[in-house]
């Protein structure tokens, strides 16, 4: 079946980085449409980025200029480059992987944002 394992998440300080990593298996990962998801204590699941297959790119207004995210189909994972983290960026960190009427969920990776 297919997977998704998310890992790179952690405590930070604000204004420091991180880089998630999603890697998939048992997919064609290809030709999926990848995305980040982040869902903080008490609040809804948002998306904060998506890399299309042909690799376009967009970003929630709240990340914009400071989170990038890549693909890398040699080796089936994705990635969120994030810098000049805020406190408010702290949530779990979920990787999506859409096709036509097939979505996957990772189990999420923690990224908290303090002092």
């Known amino acids: 079946q297919v997977q998704l394992v998310e890992s790179g998440g952690g405590l930070v300080q604000p204004g420091g980085s991180l880089r998630l990593s999603c890697t998939a298996s048992?997919?064609?990962?290809?030709?999926?449409?990848m995305a980040w998801y982040r869902q903080a204590p008490g609040q809804q699941r948002e998306l904060v980025a998506v890399?299309?297959?042909?690799?376009?790119?967009t970003y929630a207004d709240s990340v914009k200029g400071r989170f990038t995210i890549t693909r890398d189909n040699a080796k089936n994972t994705m990635y969120l480059q994030m810098n000049s983290l805020k406190p408010e960026d702290t949530a779990v960190y979920y990787c999506?992987?859409?096709?036509?009427?097939?979505?996957?969920w990772g189990q999420g990776t923690q990224v908290t944002v303090s002092s």
């Open positions: 048992r997919m064609a990962f290809s030709m999926y449409s």
């Open positions: 890399i299309t297959s042909t690799s376009r790119t």
């Open positions: 999506n992987a859409e096709f036509r009427t097939l979505v996957y």
